[in-house]
């Protein structure tokens, strides 16, 4: 299939090192890429590119003694916005429910706050935070889109999220808890 979709996400940490360290080891991508870039206003800024195992990355720049950027701000664009902790989020593929699956065991194994499976009708995901508070998700599409899917209607029915599962006021924190700037870093 021709490519079209993203190439890569950029982001911005202040922990390069936790990032990772989260990304290496919890998520098991590689790092692709590395440089310093020195921007022409002064100090360095720190870039990594992860590949997510398909080739699509995603970066992180990490800015150091950089004129007109405060050593501190919120890494998480839901926090920083004062938004509900879910509303920008980032969503990776995984190709079965199966995988789904295991992507959750081998992250709670690794220690990282995981929620059950959500069902969203036509795809389930799980959510979890990286270390700079920014959510993100695993998603398996489960089955073909068509027309009606395209129309815009209250579909909360459908959309079982995580199906009053006993753990489910637990994992909705992880889905709408805040970061802040010391949790971040
Ligand atoms: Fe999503």
């Given at each position: 299939?021709?490519?079209?979709?993203?190439h890569h996400l950029g982001?911005?940490?202040?922990?390069?090192?936790?990032t990772i360290?989260?990304y290496t080891?919890?998520l098991g991508w590689k790092i692709a890429w590395c440089d310093?870039?020195?921007?022409?206003?002064?100090?360095?800024?720190k870039h990594v590119f992860f590949d997510t195992g398909d080739g699509c990355f995603v970066s992180f720049?990490?800015?150091?003694?950089?004129?007109?950027?405060?050593?501190?701000?919120?890494?998480?664009?839901?926090?920083?916005?004062?938004?509900?902790?879910?509303?920008?989020?980032?969503?990776?593929?995984?190709?079965?429910?199966?995988?789904?699956?295991?992507?959750?065991?081998?992250?709670?194994?690794?220690?990282?706050?995981?929620?059950?499976?959500?069902?969203?009708?036509?795809?389930?995901?799980?959510?979890?935070?990286?270390?700079?508070?920014?959510?993100?998700?695993?998603?398996?599409?489960?089955?073909?889109?068509?027309?009606?899917?395209?129309?815009?209607?209250?579909?909360?029915?459908?959309?079982?999220?995580?199906?009053?599962?006993?753990?489910?006021?637990?994992?909705?924190?992880?889905?709408?808890?805040?970061?802040?700037?010391?949790?971040?870093?």
């Amino acid at each position: 299939m021709k490519r079209a979709g993203v190439h890569h996400l950029g982001l911005v940490t202040l922990d390069l090192e936790r990032t990772i360290e989260f990304y290496t080891n919890k998520l098991g991508w590689k790092i692709a890429w590395c440089d310093m870039m020195k921007p022409l206003a002064g100090g360095v800024v720190k870039h990594v590119f992860f590949d997510t195992g398909d080739g699509c990355f995603v970066s992180f720049m990490c800015p150091d003694k950089m004129p007109n950027v405060p050593a501190e701000f919120s890494t998480d664009l839901n926090t920083a916005q004062n938004l509900p902790g879910f509303f920008y989020h980032f969503a990776f593929w995984v190709d079965s429910v199966e995988e789904l699956e295991e992507k959750r065991q081998s992250l709670t194994d690794k220690g990282v706050e995981v929620t059950g499976i959500g069902d969203h009708d036509w795809a389930k995901s799980i959510y979890f935070r990286d270390p700079n508070g920014m959510l993100l998700e695993y998603c398996v599409t489960v089955r073909p889109l068509g027309e009606e899917d395209q129309v815009m209607r209250d579909r909360s029915a459908d959309n079982r999220m995580f199906g009053g599962h006993p753990d489910s006021p637990r994992w909705m924190q992880i889905l709408s808890g805040r970061s802040s700037v010391s949790a971040a870093r």
